[in-house]
Antibody
């Protein structure tokens, strides 16, 4: 079955960096796009970024453009999110989620998430 | 960005009740609309895709309808295990956007 496991969350000071990872299994990773979606404590869901199946196309929500970078390694079935210049408003649980298709669709399977707390 | 307006924000109902949630898009999204639910401490789970298609394995008491800008999610007979927050989501254009969520509680 599809399994996505996020890691790398933690407490970080404003302005610092953090790198999240997502390990995928149970499907042909190189055939599907992958999303990052976040959820601030007690709040709703916010889409963050998506990367196409081949890594060639990447899209971001405006609030993270220029600060976050999504990437993937299809040889290792892993996805990453490099987060730089973190702000308090980036505090959230970050979910990776498999796309229904090549990255042009929507999340259909989700990991359990990893918590990022930005605080001094 | 496409804004998704979901209502109500919370809902209290009894076991066996019919429950309805609505979602309105700020522009025509055809049928590019999904419904998820999220139980406390868990990841969201896809229930309905393309406005009205039930994901394999999801109970038939869940259903969805609508197209264009107005969509409806219906739970025909509320069960205790259905307690969760429900979200609509559009994928017609990036950024993908979600409704604010509907917290469903047992009365």
């Amino acid at each position: 079955q599809v399994q996505l496991v996020e890691s790398g969350g933690g407490v970080v000071q404003p302005g610092r960096s953090l790198r999240l990872s997502c390990a995928a299994s149970g499907f042909t990773f190189s055939h599907f796009g992958i999303h990052w979606v976040r959820q601030a404590p007690g709040k709703g869901l916010e889409w963050v970024a998506v990367i196409s199946y081949d890594g060639k196309n990447k899209y971001y929500t405006d609030s993270v453009k220029g600060r976050f970078t999504i990437s993937r390694d299809n040889s290792k079935n892993t996805l990453s999110l490099q987060m730089n210049n973190l702000r308090a408003e980036d505090t959230a649980v970050y979910f990776c989620a498999k796309d229904m298709w090549d990255g042009t669709g929507y999340p259909d399977h989700w990991g359990q998430g990893t918590l990022v707390t930005v605080s001094s | 960005d496409i804004q998704m307006t979901q209502s109500p924000s919370s809902l209290s109902a009894s076991v066996g009740d019919r429950v309805t949630i609505t979602c309105q898009a700020s522009q025509d999204i055809s049928n590019s609309l999904n419904w998820y639910h999220q139980k406390p401490g868990e990841a969201p789970k896809l229930l309905i895709y393309d406005a009205s298609n039930l994901v394999t394995g999801v109970p038939s008491r869940f259903s969805g309808s609508g197209s264009g800008t107005d969509f409806t999610f219906t739970l025909s007979s509320l069960q205790p295990e259905d307690i969760a927050t429900y979200y609509c989501q559009q994928y017609d254009s990036l950024p993908i956007t979600f409704g604010q969520g509907t917290r469903l509680e047992i009365q």
